[in-house]
T-cell receptor, first 113, second 117 residues
Framework: QKEVEQDPGPLSVPEGAIVSLNCTYSNSAFQYFMWYRQYSRKGPELLMYTYSSGNKEDGRFTAQVDKSSKYISLFIRDSQPSDSATYLCAMSVRKGGSEKLVFGKGTKLTVNP | GAVVSQHPSRVICKSGTSVKIECRSLDFQATTMFWYRQFPKKSLMLMATSNEGSKATYEQGVEKDKFLINHASLTLSTLTVTSAHPEDSSFYIC?????????????FGPGTRLTVL
């Protein structure tokens, strides 16, 4: 079993839809969870950074962490064509930029106008 | 804040030549820099971790003599692909780890696409 599982999709939704992206993980030592957005042929861009279980909201984006179920989610409200990208979940055991991240495979999202 | 640049963005070279890729953190000091490789429709594969002034730590299966990493300062790391071959063609991405704003996490460069003919 891989440490981090993420459905690669592709996921295609109409503009304005609510998008739900998910990852599961097996290592209970993971404490810090991130979501990155990667446009084609570009580097990943940090979207959300969470630590505790529960929800964190930033504009149209909500990150949810359920440590008991080892499950994290990213919700995108009122999705826009510009949200079309690959979304990668990542996690680490300890806090800080010096820590290794373990990535999911990424989910490719297309938002159709 | 938290800008990481990579140069070049794209390089095409002949088999057997060496290629150097630079990674710079432009507005913060990176205590650690990471080098990743990404194949089409695949996730990021960590190649190595480097700290300023120290030897890089390579992941299992990554040839350290082929992928030379130098981390000369808190804002610059270089990856040199030596004697490149077509199977080394890939998208190489660096990240810089450090405190930028209120987040101490990794920030990624835009990537370098290497094509070896």
């Amino acid at each position: 079993q891989k440490e981090v599982e993420q459905d690669p999709g592709p996921l295609s939704v109409p503009e304005g839809a609510i998008v739900s992206l998910n990852c599961t993980y097996s290592n209970s030592a993971f404490q810090y969870f991130m979501w990155y957005r990667q446009y084609s042929r570009k580097g990943p861009e940090l979207l959300m950074y969470t630590y505790s279980s529960g929800n964190k909201e930033d504009g149209r984006f909500t990150a949810q962490v359920d440590k008991s179920s080892k499950y994290i989610s990213l919700f995108i409200r009122d999705s826009q064509p510009s949200d079309s990208a690959t979304y990668l979940c990542a996690m680490s055991v300890r806090k800080g930029g010096s820590e290794k991240l373990v990535f999911g495979k990424g989910t490719k999202l297309t938002v159709n106008p | 804040g938290a800008v990481v640049s990579q140069h070049p963005s794209r390089v095409i070279c002949k088999s057997g030549t060496s290629v150097k890729i630079e990674c710079r953190s432009l507005d913060f000091q990176a205590t650690t820099m990471f080098w990743y490789r990404q194949f089409p429709k695949k996730s990021l594969m960590l190649m190595a971790t480097s700290n300023e002034g120290s030897k890089a730590t390579y992941e299992q299966g990554v040839e350290k003599d082929k992928f030379l990493i130098n981390h000369a300062s808190l804002t610059l790391s270089t990856l040199t692909v030596t004697s490149a071959h077509p199977e080394d063609s890939s998208f190489y991405i660096c990240s810089a780890g450090g405190l930028a704003g209120d987040q101490d996490t990794q920030y990624f460069g835009p990537g370098t696409r290497l094509t070896v003919l």
